[in-house]
């Protein structure tokens, strides 16, 4: 089992003890990202805005971060599937197309050995005239 971590952050200037059972890493760059949406909505919409309009806004952006990710992360979803499929296929095409290739190379070599056989049954009648 996982052990369980706390890490103090600053966010949005306030210190905050943060905890899960995350890498403290991972905990931090939470943060971090949690306060480069408080500046980036404070760049586009100025620092005079009220606390609850504010957060609002930072929730706003992240939520919209969320579902540009979730969509993305569908539409790679489907070309893997789509990816998967079309490697089966080939797949299945390249043994089909080695399995001819190996009858087509026996056929060949019997074709050949007949052919020598057919030579030496020959060249030995002849030598007996």
Same mark, same amino acid.
């Given at each position: 089992?996982?052990?369980? $971590?706390?890490? /103090? ?12 059972? /995350? ?25 005079? *805005? ?8 930072? !929730? ?10 979730? /969509? ?8 893997? /599937?789509? !990816?998967? &499929?079309? *490697?089966?296929?080939? &797949?299945?095409?390249? +043994?089909?197309?080695?399995?001819? *290739? +190996?009858?087509?190379?026996? +056929? ?7 052919? !020598?056989?057919?030579?030496?049954? $020959? ?7």
């Amino acid at each position: 089992m996982k052990q369980k $971590n706390n890490i /103090e952050v600053l966010i949005g200037g306030n210190r905050y003890t943060l905890g899960g059972y /995350e890498s403290e890493e991972c905990l931090q760059k939470i943060a971090s990202y949690i306060n480069s949406k408080i500046a980036e909505t404070e760049e586009n919409a100025g620092n005079m *805005m009220n606390p609850t309009m504010k957060n609002l806004l930072v !929730n706003l952006n992240i939520a919209e971060d969320y579902f540009k990710l979730k /969509e993305q992360y569908e539409d790679l979803k489907a070309e893997k /599937e789509e !990816n998967d &499929k079309l *490697m089966f296929e080939l &797949k299945h095409k390249l +043994a089909s197309m080695s399995s001819d *290739m +190996a009858k087509k190379t026996e +056929a060949d070599k019997n074709q050949s050995n007949a052919s !020598n056989n057919m030579y030496n049954n $020959n060249h030995y009648m002849g030598k007996r005239k």
